[in-house]
Nanobody, 124 residues
Framework: QVQLVESGGGLVQAGGSLRLSCVVS????????MGWFRQAPGKEREFVAAISWRDYTTYYADSVKGRFTISRDSAKTTVYLQMNSLKPEDTAVYYCAVKFGVTGYAPRIVYDDWGQGTQVTVSS
């Protein structure tokens, strides 16, 4: 079964940085879209960033453009989310997700598998 395991969350002061990692296992793939989502208490899950595994095309929510960077490592089947200039409003549980095969507009597609999430807390 496909597994996605996030790591790298924690507590950081406003203006600081964190790097999240998501390792995918249980399936080999050459074509996929991997995304990051987040959910704050009392709010709906929202799209953060995504990357095409095959051609490196990236997508970002307006709220994180210029601060967050998504990247991948094919050899390790891992996707990263580098988060800089963190704000208290970035506080949430961050989830990684994957959609296998050829996909459309990454922020709107229905993802196949999800990780359990990692907590990010930004203090003011």
């Amino acid at each position: 079964q496909v597994q996605l395991v996030e790591s790298g969350g924690g507590l950081v002061q406003a203006g600081g940085s964190l790097r999240l990692s998501c390792v995918v296992s249980g399936r080999t793939f050459r074509s996929a879209t991997m995304g990051w989502f987040r959910q704050a208490p009392g709010k709906e899950r929202e799209f953060v960033a995504a990357i095409s595994w095959r051609d490196y095309t990236t997508y970002y929510a307006d709220s994180v453009k210029g601060r967050f960077t998504i990247s991948r490592d094919s050899a390790k089947t891992t996707v990263y989310l580098q988060m800089n200039s963190l704000k208290p409003e970035d506080t949430a549980v961050y989830y990684c997700a994957v959609k296998f095969g050829v996909t459309g507009y990454a922020p709107r597609i229905v993802y196949d598998d999800w990780g359990q999430g990692t907590q990010v807390t930004v203090s003011s």
